[in-house]
């Protein structure tokens, strides 16, 4: 795997994350079809990375493109959305597909989205080399989003958080937890965490839902999630960090009361929608601490913002709810 993206803190801030300074990474218009290019996830791959992209074409119907790059930054994106095979089922037609997440378990890279079936659901699929991709069943009954996997079983267990929700702007929103023994059937769902009451948090007291794939610590599960207010200008998303029992992941054990990354330029405030920072993607160096947070910006662009994990999860302890 070649050197994860990465940028030193500038000097004038002690902020926790801090953005890339050549952002946005991904324009709008990196292909010949797109309107807009965000809200995606990338992994390490080969000696590079690969990764799945949610491009919404011209006629703003979204789909999700396979894309490689050296170094994380500069990437080359598919034209052509991806063609899904039949992995354990038959049924891989779907109005839609957005949001993605991508992580490596055993010996495949997994791949979770928002799927269109009677309203939004979560699709998943399989790739060996992100050129051919297997869908499975969905996970769940419409309607459901933010379908992130963890890295590895949980007790011999695949394991899942999602985002119940409704066919629309979901104005509410809680993450759930759910297992499965392999991949197709899900259940023992568990409430992880709710939205905030406005007066302890108010930046997430409309809707929260998972980012990044989860990051395994000494503390626990780091997962760095979004989470919405509605403004009398609309919903304004901003980032958090929470901390998971590792054998209980249902279980929170400290979560941030303050965001650690709120839209506050020009390319997270204006765009399709404005007022977005959602982070989907992390790329992290245990040996040196470091984290590269992809996130989509505007509803428009992929962005890059840094951080070390240690501060992270002290933050996290020491600002917790």
Not at 105 to 122: A, F, K, L, S
Not at 160 to 173: A, E, I
Not at 191 to 203: H, I, L, Q
Request: glycine share 8%; charged share 20%.
């Amino acid at each position: 795997m070649s050197a994860i993206p990465w940028q030193e803190r500038p000097e004038n801030t002690n902020d926790i994350l801090w953005r890339y300074s050549e952002n946005p990474i991904i324009d709008r218009y990196a292909i010949p079809t797109s309107n807009s290019i965000f809200n995606s996830a990338v992994v390490p791959f080969g000696d590079g990375y690969a990764g799945v992209f949610r491009c919404d074409n011209k006629a703003v119907q979204m789909n999700i493109h396979a894309g490689f790059s050296k170094d994380g930054i500069q990437w080359d994106i598919e034209a052509q959305p991806i063609q899904m095979k039949a992995g354990n089922t038959n049924m891989i037609a779907s109005d839609y597909k957005y949001d993605p997440r991508v992580t490596y378990i055993e010996d495949r890279y997994w791949v979770t989205w928002c799927n269109g079936y009677h309203g939004p659901t979560i699709g998943i699929a399989y790739t060996y080399d992100f050129k051919t991709f297997y869908q499975c069943e969905n996970a769940f009954l419409p309607f459901n989003r933010n379908g992130v996997l963890f890295p590895k079983k949980i007790n011999g267990k695949y394991a899942m958080l999602s985002r119940p929700s409704d066919n629309g702007h979901t104005p509410f929103g809680d993450i759930y937890l759910s297992y499965s023994p392999d991949m197709k059937y899900w259940g023992e769902h568990r409430c992880v965490m709710k939205a905030t009451p406005f007066e302890d948090s108010a930046w997430q007291c409309t809707k929260i839902g998972a980012g990044p794939v989860p990051i395994e610590t000494e503390a626990g599960w780091l997962l760095i999630y979004h989470g919405v207010i509605t403004t009398c200008n609309g919903f304004r998303y901003a980032m958090g960090a929470a901390l998971l029992h590792k054998e209980n992941p249902d279980q929170v054990l400290y979560r941030t009361q303050s965001y650690l990354l709120g839209p506050a330029v020009s390319y997270e405030q204006i765009g399709d929608v404005p007022n977005v920072v959602f982070p989907c993607a992390a790329l992290h160096d245990s040996k040196d601490d470091k984290i590269a947070i992809y996130y989509g910006a505007a509803d428009t662009v992929v962005a890059l913002a840094f951080g070390y994990i240690s501060e992270i999860v002290q933050y996290t302890k020491d600002n917790s709810l």
